[in-house]
């Protein structure tokens, strides 16, 4: 069956799809034996390394639950403080004043380019030398900061492409009701652009999940990851096993913060398609909602109405 984006593939083209697929198939078989043949061999895959995680609370407990509370606390405080902040730094990237517009600039660009490990370990050195923070809790202080100053700068630029995305003519027509820049930004184009903006703010969020680990690997820091090194030790050097089980909880971490994302976004997209309020500006400049529903116009009147 063809249509205008899709031709049919003739005989010769089937047998090369599945040759291809026969083919591809075959490797993925080979690789997938290859690794399974390597833990067996080394003897990751005995029972006796996995039976811990099934039998007993103890690696949950004593390991797993205290860096995953620790991951959750250094990423929630870093998304709580660089999403405003970089909202901020996104609307002043797009400001009238060439002075505000270039210091945002700057400051965007400048964090932007850094690696956030070398952020976080020039936050370690900060803290330890300027200030008198405990060594216990330094380290969690670094993690966040830079975790907060990269991604505060991404989220700048996904704000500042998130409202050049909306077409010209919203500006014009909340120009035409007589908005402010102010009521604009807050009213008109921040509310529509933040469904266009979801998806690449979530995905940011998966990355301050993810470099959390950072910290772990350089600054001690007792998150998620760090955990392995530990439970390897206590429970008979099981390396993969342990890794294995670190690398479910991210993904189920990361899974959940998508679905709740998707979920947000499509409740957004039912309440735009729902929504009918016509706002206008009042006389005092503040913005008055005169109904809801469609916008109906009046019927020209007709010598019967007279």
């Known amino acids: 069956m063809s249509s205008v984006l899709y031709d049919a593939p003739g005989t010769r083209a089937k047998w090369r799809n599945i040759a291809y697929t026969v083919l591809f198939t075959s490797v993925l078989a080979l690789v997938v034996w ?4 390597g833990l067996n061999s080394k003897g990751q895959l005995d029972w006796a390394k996995w039976e811990p995680f099934f039998t007993s609370s103890q690696p949950y407990t004593a390991y797993i639950w205290p860096g995953l509370q620790n991951t959750l606390i250094a990423a929630t405080l870093a998304l709580v403080i660089a999403l405003p902040l970089g909202a901020v730094f996104g609307i002043a990237r797009l400001s009238d004043h060439r002075s505000v517009r270039a210091v945002a600039g700057a400051v965007v660009e400048f964090f932007r380019a850094i690696p956030v490990l070398i952020l976080m370990l020039f936050a370690n050195a900060a803290y330890a030398d300027f200030t008198d923070i405990s060594s216990d809790v330094r380290p969690l202080y670094a993690v966040v900061t830079g975790l907060v100053l990269y991604n505060a700068s991404v989220l700048a630029e996904i704000v500042r492409a998130g409202i050049q995305s909306l077409p010209r003519g919203q500006t014009d027509a909340a120009k035409a009701i007589g908005m402010r820049k102010g009521q604009t930004m807050r009213h008109v184009l921040l509310p529509q652009s933040v469904t266009a903006m ?11 999940v993810k ?3 950072l910290g772990g690997a350089m600054l001690s820091f007792n998150e998620l990851l760090s955990s392995v090194r530990p439970m390897s030790a206590n429970y008979g050097a ?17 899974f959940a913060l998508t679905s709740a994302a998707g979920w947000l976004e499509r409740k957004l997209r039912r309440g735009k398609r729902s929504t009918g309020a016509v706002v206008h500006a009042g006389p005092d400049g503040d913005l008055e909602a005169i109904g809801a529903g469609p916008v109906k116009t009046d019927a020209p009147r007709t010598a019967d109405d007279s």
């Open 198 to 208: 979801l998806p690449a703010i979530v995905s940011q969020m998966v990355v301050i």
């Open 211 to 213: 470099d959390t680990a």
């Open 34 to 37: 290859w690794v399974y043949d």
């Open 238 to 254: 099981n390396t993969i096993a342990s890794f294995t089980v670190v690398a479910v909880i991210f993904v189920a971490l990361n």
